[in-house]
């Protein structure tokens, strides 16, 4: 086994190095495809400033998603972890649960789309119904997991010493959850955010996936990747401010 060199340079740094070395690739093929193939970075850049500046853009396309994004996760997020406690707590209703959370998550994702879009329409209904179905079983296969990781000792523990329900669940299942419920919600996000795009671009008359679809119709790629940044800078954002510092809360208070 070859021993890892410790380098004494920040793990920024070459997070940056190999930030300017995509942007670089990105940058020479560009000059090797035409225009209506690969949009350059300063194109795309450029793009992305008039889509910020356009108040139409917001209130139409930029809002509508952030709004579906939240109401889909937290319909998705709530689903999955009430169903996973309850699954932890019953074995037979975890038994009951598998092969709905099997179809749920082999099933593809378009076929989904398409299935919604029968019964609910285009629109904001079917786009938060789908992205929180598919993010429900990330969510609830993690809290299952979790409730089993609990440790029976002080469970057992609690039970000698007559401990009330809302003890138990602050001091014991939750300190457990924590750490697997955040990391189901990080992968949950990312997902959910690319689900909601991909609805909306096949089923809605709003939002960043209806705008990417007619970026598209319309052969305006600097606009495509645009758009796509833009989903990309969601994603991180929300990460960012959000997932990041409650992972920190939850390793603060786990240490």
């Known amino acids: 086994m070859i021993p890892k060199t410790p380098s004494k340079l920040p793990p920024l740094f070459f997070n940056i190095g190999g930030l300017l070395l995509?942007?670089?690739?990105?940058?020479?093929?560009?000059h090797v495809q035409s225009g209506l193939v690969v949009a350059g970075p300063a194109d795309t850049l450029a793009a992305l400033f008039r889509l910020f500046t356009d108040q139409a853009f917001l209130t139409r396309h930029l809002y509508p998603t952030?709004?579906?994004?939240?109401?889909?996760?937290?319909?998705?997020?709530?689903?999955?972890?009430?169903?996973?406690?309850?699954?932890?707590?019953?074995?037979?209703?975890?038994?009951?649960?598998?092969?709905?959370?099997?179809?749920?998550?082999s099933i593809p994702g378009v076929i989904i789309v398409v299935v919604f879009m029968l019964w609910f329409g285009m629109g904001t209904?079917?786009?938060?119904?789908?992205?929180?179905?598919?993010?429900?079983?990330?969510?609830?296969?993690?809290?299952a997991d979790g409730m089993a990781q609990v440790d029976r000792a002080l469970l057992e523990m609690?039970?000698?010493?007559?401990?009330?329900?809302?003890?138990?669940?602050?001091?014991?299942?939750?300190?457990?959850?924590?750490?697997?419920?955040?990391?189901?919600?990080?992968?949950?996000?990312?997902?959910g955010i690319r689900i909601v795009v991909l609805?909306?671009?096949?089923?809605?008359?709003?939002?960043?996936g209806h705008a990417l679809a007619i970026a598209r119709a319309n052969l305006q790629t600097d606009e495509l990747y645009a758009l796509t940044?833009?989903?990309?800078?969601?994603?991180?954002?929300?990460?960012?401010v959000l997932l990041r510092p409650a992972r920190k809360a939850v390793q603060r208070r786990q240490a």
């Open 22 to 30: 995509l942007i670089l690739g990105w940058e020479g093929l560009a």
């Open 66 to 105: 952030l709004k579906r994004i939240a109401m889909a996760l937290g319909f998705g997020v709530c689903s999955g972890l009430i169903l996973g406690i309850l699954a932890g707590l019953v074995e037979p209703i975890r038994q009951m649960l598998a092969p709905v959370r099997w179809i749920l998550t």
């Open 125 to 143: 209904t079917m786009v938060v119904c789908i992205t929180a179905t598919m993010v429900a079983p990330i969510v609830y296969v993690n809290t």
């Open 158 to 191: 609690a039970t000698v010493y007559h401990l009330p329900l809302r003890v138990r669940l602050a001091r014991i299942y939750a300190v457990t959850l924590a750490g697997p419920l955040l990391s189901s919600v990080v992968i949950a996000t990312g997902n």
């Open 199 to 208: 609805a909306e671009m096949l089923g809605a008359n709003q939002g960043l």
């Open 229 to 240: 940044l833009l989903a990309m800078l969601v994603i991180g954002g929300v990460e960012v």
